[in-house]
């Protein structure tokens, strides 16, 4: 697949001294959905604001669609749509002057199809003529994401776009985010929130401390870090496990009733046919069998923490 965005040795350090980026290389492909997972100062809004021209870069450099983003800053801005972390709206303006005025200043010629469009798809048409003082925070956000689609971006940035919204309000929006993939749009959103990369993400960048820990496909990452748990519970109580089932990563829990194996979830499932084999030939009969398949959170928290250490 064909790369929109080429990231490579970029480094930020602000003016106190203080390194918000190192030496960060990431190649983002065209019409994917990528997350930024990491915590509260990681470095997502530096990376977000040195791709869209905001911030200035200490060092290595950014392509966007195969242009420099600081010596062809206005080609690379007008491909790129930002939905900034903050709402910043004029409160008196109403909602089709907002997204019209937006398209307006990337010097592109009115297109009121175009725009109805978008505010039909976010469905923002009915509150075209409300004034953004009188809508929702949920409105207002689409509002930003309407915005930001203006100027018919290839890509579209979007800066914790469910921070503080509700549970609704939230699958909402990532039905909105998928829905602008199935027209092609590229997007990179950033999160802190691990169920929203799990949720809407192709690939998820974990990143932490200005440094990429991971880069990968989310199933792939979850199959090659998840691990899973097979929970045995058997007929009676037992106080030792059978011989040929100690020292592998099979525990006795639930008061010698539950046989608990832990494995990597990549493994084949032959060792989970021996381990039922080996209490079926000690005369142990199995009530029931439930697997626990380890989730991205346990695997960020894991990721960030050992990196904090
Ligand atoms: N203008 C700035 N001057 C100095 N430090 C900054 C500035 N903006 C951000 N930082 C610092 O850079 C780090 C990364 O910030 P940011 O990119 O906003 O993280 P995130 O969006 O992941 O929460 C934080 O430690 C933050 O305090
Ligand atoms: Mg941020």
Known sequence: MASIIDIQHLTKKYADGHLALDNISVRIDEGEIIALLGPNGAGKTTLISIICGLTVISGGSVQVDGCDVVSEYRRTRSIIGLVPQELMLEPFETVLGTVKLSRGLFGLKADPAYVE?????????????????????????????????????????????????????????????????????????????????????????????????LIEEKYELMKRLGKKQLWIDIDRAITELPIKLRGSGIELENHGTRVVYKYDAAKTQGDVSSVLAVLREEGIAILDLQTYQSSLEDIFVGLVNEETM
């Open 117 to 213: 469009k978008i505010l039909r798809q976010l469905s923002l048409w009915t509150k075209r003529n409300n004034q953004i003082r009188e809508l929702s925070g949920g409105m207002k956000r689409r509002v930003l994401i309407a915005k930001a689609l203006s100027h018919e971006p290839k890509v579209l940035f979007l800066d914790e776009p469910t921070a503080g919204v509700d549970v609704d309000m939230r699958r909402e929006t990532w039905k909105v985010i998928k829905s602008l993939k199935q027209r092609g749009v590229t997007i990179v959103l950033t999160t802190h929130y691990i169920e929203e990369a799990e949720e809407i993400a192709d690939r998820i960048a974990v990143i932490n401390n200005g440094k990429i820990l």
